[in-house]
Antibody
């Protein structure tokens, strides 16, 4: 199970930290991903962190502003979002990578609204 | 990384078969057999229905099948049912060790 938290309303230029609590599997064995969906739009891959090495990857649209991290001992995945813009407004999903490059389990999503 | 190209909408009558295409490049769909498909009902999280081009997770109906030829992957839904009405997204692993999603297809059951 994956459960996101930390969403809400933030002003442009502000910061927000999303968290995803994982249960039911050994978090350290799997890469984890954040995917977002703007209102009425499609899915957009945001960032992935590998399971063991903690290697990180980012979409160009968030590179330098967002930081993905994980605490395998606490079974949590985080997304620190800085310098937020209106076009970052979206539902953010955390997702578990499967045995090959796909995502087999998704959280229910959390809404982030960037507006003044 | 540009989104993979899917038709905006596909429709069919109950019992019919429909196919959704997903076109990419040599850096994603054409370069790897790591295409996955997700079903999303309104207000819900995406659900994995096909992975590694043609594999179905446990519990997913065998009415869903996937294939790939060159730079284009396809999802076929056979025996269309009312519950299949949803948005469908393809996704591919990329040469940059990242992921890219398709533009999404709205399936309507007439």
């Amino acid at each position: 199970q994956l459960l996101e938290s930390g969403g809400g309303l933030v002003q442009p230029g502000g910061s927000l930290r999303l968290s995803c609590a994982a249960s039911g599997f050994t978090l350290s064995n799997y890469a984890m991903t954040w995917v977002r969906q703007a209102p009425g739009k499609g899915l957009e891959w945001v960032s992935t962190i590998s399971g063991s090495s903690g290697r990180t990857f980012y979409a160009d649209s968030v590179k330098g502003r967002f930081t993905i991290s994980r605490d395998n001992s606490k079974y949590t995945l985080d997304l620190q979002m800085n310098s937020l813009r209106a076009d970052d407004t979206a539902v953010y999903y955390c997702a578990k990578k499967g045995s090959s490059p796909h995502h087999d389990y998704w959280g229910q999503g959390i809404l982030v609204t960037v507006s003044s | 990384q540009s989104a993979l190209t899917q038709p905006a909408s596909v429709s069919g009558s109950p019992g019919q078969s429909i196919t959704i295409s997903c076109t990419g490049t040599s850096s994603d769909v054409g370069g790897y057999n790591y295409v996955s498909w997700y079903q999303q009902h309104p207000g819900k999280a995406p659900k994995l229905i096909i992975y590694d081009v043609s594999n179905r997770p446990s519990g997913v109906s065998n009415r869903f099948s996937g294939s790939k030829s060159g730079y284009t992957a396809s999802l076929t839904i056979s025996g269309l049912q009312a519950e299949d009405e949803a948005d469908y997204y393809c996704s591919s692993y990329t040469i940059s060790n990242t992921y890219v999603f398709g533009t999404g297809t709205k399936v309507t059951v007439l």
